[in-house]
């Protein structure tokens, strides 16, 4: 009977350490599985992201063809407007017809109108001042001619102009 006694336990003493190695090696593997779900829930996020971005960019990119000059508006206005299950077309069909019925968003065809200014106006024969043009040391004549635009330019600005 002691016989088997110590035939078990050595038996069981053999298979000890690799039950404990059985146990690391489940440890690790598991381990490894977790890590590679995250890695594969990272690249969906990047995926998605990046998908978001290259719709984001064809939206404003069909906006500027189409003239739109506030962008960023513009976009805002109609990026939850879009389909984009209807591909490439839709997008385009989407924001066309968005462009359609906003024509706020599209430039000014005229450039005059009621108020607007015909621009700065010189009297024959003088220049305009730039600022960059006044520094110490000028010449009278110099000097005066800045002060005679500096006074024509207020008085513009005094009326309304």
């Known amino acids: 009977m002691d016989d088997i006694r110590e035939i078990v336990q050595a038996v069981v003493q053999e298979f000890m350490p690799q039950k ?10 598991e381990s490894l599985e977790q890590r590679v779900n995250e890695l594969i829930a990272e690249n969906q996020k990047s995926q998605a992201k990046a998908e978001e971005a290259d719709r984001s960019a064809a939206v404003r990119a069909e906006l500027q063809r189409n003239g739109v000059a ?8 109609i990026k939850d ?19 359609n019925e906003n024509p706020e968003l599209l430039p000014a065809r005229l450039a005059g109108g009621s108020g607007a200014s015909g621009g700065q106006r010189t009297a024959p024969g003088e220049t305009r001042v730039e600022l960059e043009q006044i520094r110490p040391g000028m010449s009278p004549e110099e000097l005066d001619r800045v002060r005679r635009e ?12």
């Open 70 to 77: 506030k962008l960023d508006l513009a976009y805002r206005a």
């Open 20 to 29: 404990t190695e059985l146990e690391e090696e489940r440890r690790r593997r």
């Open 81 to 99: 407007q879009i389909q984009w299950g209807e591909g490439d077309a839709g997008m385009r069909a989407c924001v066309e017809r968005f462009v």
């Open 150 to 161: 500096i006074a024509r330019v207020a008085s513009q600005t005094l009326r309304g102009w």
